[in-house]
């Protein structure tokens, strides 16, 4: 369980929000299935792709697995994963591609 009163109001309010924009990605999931993007309203079709990048900026390189994947592990801190999310949900990374967010770590971070 995640609280307010433990991760702080910040922490908390960028957690909620990334938590409702994948929520909403799944509700939304046979929709996109059956009828196609196009079909939903602007706003959804919003909420899905920054969903889409949310999920694969949290799919990070461990250490453990860079012999397998060919990637680098990388630590991002709490501080920089916060400030990735927060910028995801207002839309800094609108414009950038989906595969731009997988296997990265911190959004600073260029890409390989």
Known sequence: LLESSVVGRHHYAIAEGVREHLARYRELQDIITMLGMEELSPR????????????????QPFYVTAALSGIEGTSVSL????ADCQA????????????????????????R
């Open 79 to 82: 501080a920089d994963t916060l």
């Open 44 to 59: 959804d079709r919003t909420v899905v792709l920054r969903a889409r990048k949310l999920q694969r900026y949290l799919s």
């Open 88 to 111: 995801f949900l207002a839309g800094h990374y609108d414009d950038i591609p989906e595969e731009e967010c997988y296997m990265r770590g911190s959004m600073e971070r260029p890409t």
